[in-house]
């Protein structure tokens, strides 16, 4: 079991004023940063605003409290989107609380079981493929707000959004789709090109510093209320947002209702870990010059992760985990303990105490902007250029799981991938397995007596993929003995020692006398433990091929 140590009680060793400045400095940089991002997240994914608000401020808080990284930053993201709303559209809202609650006892589970580090295992064609996936969705759930268009409800599905989006492309509102490519027009300035322009203007560096999402934000809002465009707000389709947390709900909750939300449940707990964990790594390469940098805790993480989730569907919120926008903020900004992401939760909490009732004016077209925004950069896009670089499996792999992201379903997309990879890897394993019939031109020992003596080498892991070289070896075996060179095996599982077990029976059974080189490691342990040994007189047992063959022939 992993041992519960937040990060905190590391970070705050030897804390400083100075160091209490930079996370303060940081904390509320963040916390602005994440303001319109965490509605826009809870829109997007068919909740209210105030959902992703309260998330943000709780979830973000415990996560910072308790996890495994210094400087990560937790919170609504916008890889949940997807999930969200078809969770939401298929099992309703209270179904999406359980469903949470039960991805937080799985991360919490799996940091205490010290499964972390299995997140790494998974592999890069899989995050890549339903990475770019989700990132076409989130771009094309705006499309709607983008263009104002009036439609009603709009299906989870990808093919479904897109025929009703076609069919409803009469509607669009000018003013909106204008105000809506101002802001993202004013985002990729500000966000793409300004940074570019350090090195030769001051004053594009003094303006890089105020977030883009913040400026397009305010501006948008301003720009509405003076000219009076009818455009949708957040206040028009949701109502006023609550200046205060919400108390305690639990849903009414049934075994047979966990059993239908077990699998969106687990596509929650997978996602958020993946995510947060790249996320943290992420952090970790940032900080690695910095004199308050270390490694996250990847089973700490997750437990945090686990508890945020748990705790957070119950006071309205939706699945979080750790953000990399916003966590990138922390870090450029000086945050460098989990001080900072505790700041960012209470500044977002104060701006919610005083300022909503303002939220409600900001127009949702901008929020559509901001999202467009997060996704393209969201995206792994150069990927698909440098496919042509790797094999096939890899490009079977990144493309199908694209494909099933963004027609079928995440779920099943990763499913897919995880799949594909496994059967790719297995056959390369297998394929570097080989078996090597010993020749007389190198051992001279043999020469005259090969229908007497045969003998084997077996090199890599010797596994249920790669069974079929000891299969060979039964037929023929040799008149009088047989040798098995096991010194270049570094691994042999259950189905190889079956495999061995059946050559030592049949040996025993045709009077073919079995001598085995090499044993030492992990193929020694699970030939003791399946009994092989026990069919092997202790003599017949060599430290290496040569001593095994002359206890073969005699010479």
Known sequence: MATFRPKLMDAVAGYSRERLIQDVGAGLTV?????????????????????????????????????????????????????????????????????????GLMLLAMGALRLGTLIRFIPVAVVIGFTNGIAVLIMVSQVKDFLGLQVASVPADFLGVLTTLSANLH?????????????LGVLVVWQVLLPRLHAHHAVSKKLSIVPGSIVV??????????????????????????????????PTFSWETAKFLLIPATTLALLGSIESLLCARIADQMM????????????????????????????????????????????KNGGNSPVAGMVHALTLLAIMWLAAPLAGSVPLAALSAILMFV????????????????????????????????????TVAVEVGLMAACLTFIYRISSLTRAEQVQAQ??????????????????????????????????????????LDLKNLIYIDSSGADALLALARGCHKKQVRLIVCGLAHQPLDMAQRSGLLALVSPADLAPDLAQGLAQATGR
């Open 288 to 331: 690695a010059d910095s004199p308050y940098g270390d490694h996250h805790d990847a089973n700490q993480e997750l437990m945090a992760q686990g508890i945020a989730n748990l705790v957070t569907p119950f006071f309205g919120g939706m699945p979080a985990t750790g953000t990399i926008a916003r966590t990138v903020t922390n870090v």
């Open 31 to 103: 916390g602005v940063v994440a303001l319109p991002l965490a509605m826009a997240f809870a829109i997007a994914s068919g909740l209210k605003p105030e959902a992703g608000l309260f998330t943000a401020i709780i979830a973000g808080f415990l996560i910072s409290a308790l996890g495994g990284s210094r400087v990560q930053i937790g919170g609504p993201a916008g890889a949940f989107i997807v999930i969200v709303y078809g969770i939401l559209e298929r099992y309703g809202l209270a179904n999406l609380m359980i469903a949470t609650a039960m991805s």
């Open 171 to 183: 509607t669009v509102k000018v003013q909106a789709l204008a105000l809506a490519s101002l802001c």
């Open 442 to 483: 190198h051992f001279p020992m043999l020469a005259g007596l090969e229908a007497e003596v045969q003998a084997h080498r077996l090199y890599g892991a010797l596994f249920f993929g790669a069974v079929k070289l000891v299969e060979a070896m039964q037929d023929p075996l040799p008149r009088s003995a047989l040798v």
């Open 375 to 410: 996704a393209w950069n969201m995206g792994e896009w150069r990927e698909f250029v440098h496919l042509r670089q790797f094999r096939m499996p890899y490009r079977v792999s990144l493309i199908a799981v694209f494909l099933l992201t963004v027609i079928v379903d995440l």
């Open 217 to 250: 934000l305010v501006g948008a809002t301003l720009t509405s209320t003076w000219l009076g465009l009818e455009v949708e707000t957040i206040a028009s389709r949701f109502g006023p947002i609550p200046n205060a947390l919400p108390a305690f709900q639990l």
